[in-house]
């Protein structure tokens, strides 16, 4: 009867649980990292800091993007209440233009995930020196 008491606990809060959305349980250092100008070919990489403001553990359970250019990381381990983890992401740069990416975060049993940006320009080795000339040099890994 405990045994069945506890699973039918469980159940429920995960039922209660998977009803609210990421922003109940985090915050995210900001929405949009800006790359600014970036160099074809290199990449580009930046950190969101994730903090738990939920009184519980919470797990990353999948951080996916919009393109397969753009890799994030999510942390290995649960994210303690108050504490904070980062989720990587790395730009390729393979491709000359604007950069406008999606970064989906999900939590397990949350059913509304996190959604963070990266945006930037891809500028040819050539574009980018000149940019570089005109406005000094940029931090392409941040």
């Known amino acids: 009867m405990k045994k069945f008491l506890l699973a039918s606990a469980l159940l429920l809060s995960f039922g209660v649980f998977a009803q609210t959305k990421a922003d109940d349980f985090i915050k995210v250092n900001k929405e949009t990292h ?13 950190e969101f800091v994730i903090t738990n403001t939920s009184k519980q553990p919470i797990v990353i359970s999948n951080a996916t993007s919009s393109c397969g250019c753009t890799v994030p990381e999510k942390p290995k381990e649960p994210i303690l209440p108050g504490k904070t983890g980062k989720v990587k992401v790395v730009y ?9 990416k999606d970064i989906t975060i999900s939590l ?3 059913q509304i995930p996190k959604v963070v940006h990266i945006t930037g320009e891809v500028l040819t080795a050539d574009a980018y020196a000149t940019y570089e000339k005109t406005k000094g040099k940029t931090s392409k890994v941040n």
């Open 108 to 110: 397990a049993g949350v």
């Open 34 to 46: 800006d790359f600014g100008k970036v160099k074809h070919n290199e990449p580009a990489a930046y």
């Open 92 to 100: 390729n740069s393979a491709t000359i233009g604007t950069i406008n």
